[in-house]
Every structure is written in C-alpha cells, then in structure tokens.
C-alpha cells in the first residue's frame, strides 16, 4: 500500500518545496475585530483542505473519513475533490493504520491520521511513541517522521471513562513528538497547517465540544498561507493581578472566570498554552513575574499533569517573584463517570477557578491542589 501511495503522488512531489517557500508564521496576537466568525470544524476543514491542495503528499488516513466524512464532519467534501487514493477509509483497527501513516512519513508523504477519540490512540501507542516519536533521534536524524495524529481529546459528555480522557500530558512527556491543543477557530487553522508542513510527528489535541463553537477570525487567518509558530502561547488576556494558564476549552473557562474577577477587583491574565510540548516557559514566566501568582487549569488528572510541569517552570524560573503558593486546577484522579452530575464533578467549572483565583490572592499559606 506504501508503494501504491508513494507512486500516484511521485510525479507531484515538487509541490512541497514550493510550498515551503511560501510559508508565512504569524506570531501571538490578539483576535481581529473583523465581524468574520468560523467554527472550529470548518477551521480544520479549511486547513485540511488547503494543505492538501498545496502539497500532494499530504493524505487522510482513518475510521468514516471518506465516504462519511468524518464522524466529527472534520473531512467533509475532501474525498469528493481528492478522491479515495488521498482520503482513505480504513478497517476498525487504529494500530494497523497508525503503523501504515509511520511508514508512508519515512517515505517522504505526508498522513494525517484521525481517531475517532484520542483514547483510541491507545491501540497505536507503539507506532506512536516506538516508531513516530523516535526514529529521527535513533537514525541520527536520517529520518524524519512528518505524520499528525489528531482527533478529539478530552471529556464530552455523558460518553463514559473510555472515550472522555485528556492525554496532553501522557503525549507531552514523550521526547520526539510536538503536541499541540487549540482552542479557537484561529488556533485550529494556524496550529493544523503548522502541524501538517512540520517535518516532526505532531499529536493534534482536539476537543468534541469546541466543534460546532464559532469563534471571530482575520481576514490575516482566512489567507491560505495563515500559520501560527508551534511552541508559542497566546495571551488572551491581560491582567496584572493573576496569571490563569489553560488549554483547550479549559480556556474558555478560564475567560469566563477572569470575567466574574473582574467585578471583584481582581486583574487576571489568560494564557492560551496553545502548544503543550514544547512548552511556552518564556510567556509564562514573564507573565509570573508581572502578576507573580499562578493558578494552572486543565481537565486532566492531577497527578504528573500539564500544570505540573508549568508549576515546576514557574519554581525554576521564577520562584522569588511568586507572592503566593501556586494553585493547580485539574479533573478528579478518577476515571470519568458517566453520570451527568458525578461527570460535572469530575471536570474543572468556572467557579473552580474563580475560587482558586482569589485563594491566590487572599492568602500567603500554602493549600493542597485543587481537583
């Protein structure tokens, strides 16, 4: 299948170069006031769409992407235009078409692979971490692996524990891969095209209910060569009181919080990680020593998570600005319920936040993590 792949694109392979040339990185910025909106499906449609089209390597890879488009609508009219030897159905069994998009990157192609849910991935972890992740390091640097791993990441709802948990930190602590979150419609454009043209494997965090949210998007985010630099985070607000570090739809929420701070005399900056490895340490760490107090969100488990590894950061670096214990908010260190109220429970809510904003500012004594 590998050769079949290689040949029906050989004739086309030029194409990359061009492309690169035209590569344009747009840097950190605030939204554009432009009354244009977009919905994050169509962001990553979009960006499928015109990535494929710049470059013939690129391909689709994964369970409904063609003939169904997608079971998110992701691929939507990209087998039409490109047909099925560039969006290929594949049997139930993501360990076998992850090692199939392995092999066609050390071939020079291009795969975008999806799963229907990141905790699918785990029957291709091997293929993942074992080959993607560290083959250019083994080969010392004769191969590289320029495959995305993308797909819904994280908590639904009422989809129970084997369908709803976050692995940015499980992919983040891995050596060899790039892992990327976004949040908005800009952040999926601009990270999904940075993440195809990268010459890295790139795990692609996406979120199930971010889908169908429709965010405000430049006319600089509708041009084909629109890219955002992987490894740097967005602030989304700024404040001078506390900094409130998240990603994903946990960003959302953290603006939501820094909202209802507000009204309480309470400066929060926002910091859109948007990049989970590598890490923005520098944002962080200015944004730290201008506030000096922290509170870390996300939706995964406490233990060894993202706001772990940001909290660790912020003591390396920046530990005699702190004015406060840092907080981390995170899910429950449980699997996911399914019930509606116990699964609420087991994810972080604005109110959470908000509370762990305020210890921050209140007090001088240290208090356990919040889950």
């Given at each position: 299948?590998l ?9 086309k ?12 990185i ?9 009354g ?5 499906r169509d ?7 015109e990535?494929?089209?710049a470059?013939?390597?690129?391909f689709?890879?994964g369970?409904e ?14 087998l039409e235009?490109?047909?099925?030897d560039?969006?290929l159905d594949?049997p139930?069994?993501?360990a076998?078409?992850a ?5 066609a990157?050390?071939?020079?192609l291009?795969?975008?692979?999806e799963?229907m ?5 785990m ?6 971490i074992?080959s993607a ?25 009422g989809?129970?524990?084997?369908h709803s948990?976050?692995?940015a930190?499980?992919?983040g602590s891995?050596p060899g891969?790039?892992?990327?979150a ?22 692609f965090l996406e979120?199930e ?7 405000p998007v430049?006319a600089?985010?509708l041009?084909?060569s629109?890219?955002?630099?992987i ?11 506390v900094t ?9 929420y953290a603006?939501q919080a820094a909202?209802?701070?507000?009204k309480d005399?309470?400066s ?6 948007r990049?989970?490895r590598?890490?923005?340490r520098s944002t962080?760490?200015a ?6 107090r ?11 998570g993202?706001?772990?590894?940001i909290c660790?950061?912020v003591l390396?670096d920046?530990f005699?600005?702190?004015d406060?214990?840092?907080e981390?908010i ?9 019930a509606?109220n ?8 604005v109110?959470d936040?908000?509370r762990a904003?305020?210890?921050?500012c209140y ?5 356990a993590?919040?889950?």
């Amino acid at each position: 299948m590998l050769g079949v792949l290689r040949r029906k694109v050989a004739c086309k392979a030029n194409a990359a170069s061009a492309l690169e040339q035209g590569i344009r990185i747009v840097a950190s910025r605030a939204f554009s006031s432009s009354g244009k909106e977009m919905t994050v499906r169509d962001a990553l449609n979009s960006a499928l769409d015109e990535e494929m089209s710049a470059d013939p390597k690129v391909f689709i890879m994964g369970e409904e992407v063609g003939e169904y488009q997608g079971a998110y609508k992701i691929s939507k009219g990209l087998l039409e235009k490109y047909g099925p030897d560039r969006v290929l159905d594949t049997p139930i069994t993501e360990a076998g078409f992850a090692g199939i998009g392995v092999g066609a990157a050390y071939y020079g192609l291009r795969p975008v692979i999806e799963f229907m849910t990141f905790n699918f991935s785990m029957q291709a972890i091997d293929h993942i971490i074992n080959s993607a992740a560290k083959s250019n390091y083994m080969s010392a640097g004769q191969i590289s692996v320029p495959i995305v791993f993308r797909g819904p990441n994280g908590a639904a709802a009422g989809v129970g524990a084997q369908h709803s948990q976050c692995y940015a930190a499980w992919y983040g602590s891995c050596p060899g891969l790039k892992v990327l979150a976004p949040y908005s419609s800009e952040d999926a454009r601009g990270l999904l095209k940075a993440a195809i043209r990268d010459p890295d494997p790139v795990v692609f965090l996406e979120n199930e209910l971010l889908y169908g949210e429709s965010f405000p998007v430049s006319a600089e985010a509708l041009d084909s060569s629109f890219c955002l630099p992987i490894g740097k985070a967005k602030i989304e607000r700024e404040g001078k009181d506390v900094t409130i570090t998240a990603f994903s739809k946990m960003v959302g929420y953290a603006l939501q919080a820094a909202e209802i701070l507000a009204k309480d005399g309470i400066s929060a900056e926002v910091i859109n990680l948007r990049s989970i490895r590598p890490l923005d340490r520098s944002t962080i760490n200015a944004s730290v020593r201008k506030t000096n107090r922290l509170v870390t969100v996300e939706e995964g488990f406490p233990q060894h998570g993202v706001g772990a590894e940001i909290c660790a950061s912020v003591l390396e670096d920046s530990f005699e600005y702190l004015d406060a214990a840092v907080e981390r908010i995170a899910g429950a260190d449980v699997p996911m319920p399914y019930a509606a109220n116990l699964e609420r429970m087991a994810v972080p809510q604005v109110d959470d936040i908000v509370r762990a904003a305020k210890r921050a500012c209140y007090r001088s004594s240290s208090l356990a993590a919040t889950a």
